[in-house]
């Protein structure tokens, strides 16, 4: 078949449509220590990082942040490509969860994440309440208050864990029955260096409070208003 210029054109087209591009690897400076949009915020760089996937992506800092502290203001976003975080620019930097939210999530399937030359502070990471029925579901793990890898390859190089930890979460509420207000589930454990959570209804019967992780304590469940000690591991 003699191809015509129109046709030419109408084949060449639908085959750069169909070659799929390796994704550009990204380079991103951040500049501003805040987490409310004002500069190129680390958040902003994560997001940038993640919508471009693939691996081989840079974020790295600029010199005007050396001995700032990064603060999540609300839960930091799931990396889910391939980046190193290097800090080595900003001497002194560090990322915080203010004591309420997780510093970094990884969840970069096939793809290696390298974290260096900063301080990883102040994360805390709380399971989930326990659902709500006839007897009450555990509550879930508390786990990496610093750092959880879900997937991915990740390594630290001149990293600085500091005042991080976990909680297990409350187990849930119970349906009433004739035999006591509720069944209330058992309270999820803590992470490594983190506390059990805790079983807090009386009046009830209930599962007892999570364990906690090496160096942790275990929750404190309340049992008909009386408080019992959960165990620590």
């Known amino acids: 078949m003699k191809l015509t210029p129109s046709r030419l054109s109408f084949s060449l087209t639908t085959l750069f ?6 994704a550009l690897a990204l380079d991103i400076v951040v500049d501003s220590a805040t987490d409310d949009g004002s500069g190129t915020t680390l958040r902003e760089a ?21 001995g700032e502290t990064i603060t999540w203001t609300s839960n930091p976003v799931l990396i889910t490509a391939g980046v190193s975080i290097d800090g080595s620019g900003a001497s002194g930097l560090t990322v915080s969860g203010g004591d309420t939210y997780r ?9 290696s994440v390298a974290i260096s030359n900063l301080t ?4 805390q990471a709380t ?3 326990g659902g709500t029925y006839t007897q009450g579901g555990g509550g879930g793990m508390g786990a990496g208050g610093g750092l959880f890898v879900n997937q991915g390859d990740v390594s630290l190089s001149s990293v600085t864990f500091s005042d991080n930890g976990a909680t297990g979460g409350t187990g849930g509420e119970g349906l009433s029955t004739s035999v006591a ?18 079983a807090t209804s009386a009046d009830s019967l209930q599962g007892g409070s999570g364990g906690g992780g090496f160096y942790g304590d275990g929750g404190i469940p309340v049992i008909d208003g009386l408080l019992a000690e959960g165990g620590g591991a």
């Open 17 to 22: 449509l169909a070659i799929q591009l390796p």
């Open 46 to 66: 994560i997001e940038q990082v993640n919508a471009a996937g693939g691996g081989g992506h840079t974020i790295t800092f600029d010199s005007s942040l050396a």
């Open 103 to 111: 510093v970094f999530f990884v969840d970069a399937e096939s793809e």
């Open 120 to 123: 990883i502070a102040d994360g």
């Open 127 to 129: 399971g989930g309440t």
């Open 181 to 198: 207000s509720f069944y209330q589930g058992g309270a999820g454990g803590g992470g490594l260096h983190g506390d059990g959570g805790s």
